[in-house]
């Protein structure tokens, strides 16, 4: 069967602020060594399994050139801009009536953009066992992440080990992001496996749980599917997609659905959440700085230091967050990193939307 890809591109990446900005999120930036932007990485990560004409880019309208320019050999037809952010089940569902236009049916990887993978070859053999289990039957599919630590910022997947399709397993239930004691046990359990937020289908299996579980979604779907290649197909995806609730894929489809399959990964996996992963992603120095541009440090240790041609000193500091950018500079603590948020809504408030 056909395997196509939906790859989420949407979210503006505010945990890297200031490098990641509504003009150039997180996703179109390179964090890594080859120079390579994230959504780059993922659709060459993919390339074995799914050819250009096959994969679908969701994102808005505002990063539609930067998704042309930075995969060239994507048609410009199969990126989708969603008028209006309505979470992932409508997003997934404006990929699959797409894909349904173009295929009688397809298996269908549901990709987040702003994920890296150490272990390339473990992955794909990862998708492969994953699109074979969703050939069949109505399966859905996901890829949970091995956890090696009880972190609280993931949602986890409980799966059930007495019930297995070859290397997946049937999955019992989708948790919240737990607290750090919920989350030693589950980790202690070795029942639960982090929420990557990929998943693997048939175009055809996700429809009709839609149709089941998000009936009013659905309709709206076929109606933009009807208009595909038509004059009215942006009046009507306007239209349509603004009516939609907005709802994530896990809440409407994947804790009330049957025949659900998890496969665990073990493939190195960063899902790249916030400047934090800078750590996880380069190699520290000798004094446990992660430092990338023209930097100095003196008695530093355990930072994190990104600049570019202006000089930064640093001196005695520990556990900081240092980010440098032209018009804008973050110094932050590292345990308050998931407070980096904050400042966009303070700037958001005070109406300093060119910083944002």
């Known amino acids: 069967m056909k395997v196509t890809a939906l790859i989420m591109a949407g979210g ?53 050139q930067l998704a042309l320019e930075q995969l060239p ?12 952010g309505r979470n992932t089940a409508p997003c997934i569902g404006l990929g699959a009536v797409h894909i349904s236009k173009k295929y009688e049916d397809a298996v269908m990887l549901v990709l987040p953009s702003d994920h890296l993978i150490k272990f390339n070859k473990m992955y794909l053999s990862t998708v492969k066992d994953a699109c074979a289990l969703a050939e069949e039957n109505t399966n859905l599919v996901t890829i949970g992440i091995t956890p090696d630590y009880p972190e609280t910022g993931y ?30 046990e589950y980790l202690a359990s070795e029942e639960y496996l982090w929420n990557s937020g990929m998943f693997i289908w048939k175009v055809s299996s996700i429809l009709k749980n839609m149709k089941k579980f998000m009936p009013d979604t659905y309709n709206h779907l076929m109606m933009i599917k009807e208009s595909i290649g038509t004059p009215e197909q942006e009046m009507v995806l306007d239209k349509e997609f603004h009516a939609m609730e907005s709802q994530s894929i896990d809440y409407g489809i994947m804790e009330k659905a ?22 996880r992603i380069k190699k520290t120095n000798e004094f446990g700085n992660v430092v990338n541009g023209n ?62």
């Open 12 to 64: 503006r990446g505010e945990r890297f602020w200031p490098r990641s900005r509504k003009s150039l999120p997180k996703q179109f930036l390179s964090l890594t060594d080859d120079g390579k932007t994230m959504i780059q990485l993922t659709v060459e990560r993919i390339s074995p399994l799914v050819e250009l004409e096959d994969i679908y880019i969701a994102t808005n309208k505002d990063y539609k």
């Open 155 to 184: 949602g986890y997947i409980k799966f059930d080990s007495r019930e297995m399709e070859g290397r997946a397993f049937k999955v019992d239930r989708f948790v919240e992001k737990p607290t750090l004691e919920v989350a030693k």
């Open 258 to 279: 049957e025949d659900i399959y998890i496969l665990p990964g073990t493939f190195g996996w960063d899902d790249v959440g916030s400047w934090l992963a800078v750590e």
């Open 73 to 84: 050999g994507i048609p410009e037809e199969n990126i989708l801009c969603e008028p209006i």
């Open 295 to 356: 930097i100095i440090t003196v008695n530093t240790r355990d930072c994190i230091i990104q600049g570019g041609k202006k000089l930064i000193a640093a001196v005695g500091l520990d556990d900081l967050i240092v980010v440098d950018t032209e018009d804008a500079t973050l110094i932050c603590a590292k345990d308050s990193a998931g407070d980096i948020k904050k400042v966009l809504e303070n700037l958001k408030i005070c109406n300093r939307d060119e910083y944002i």
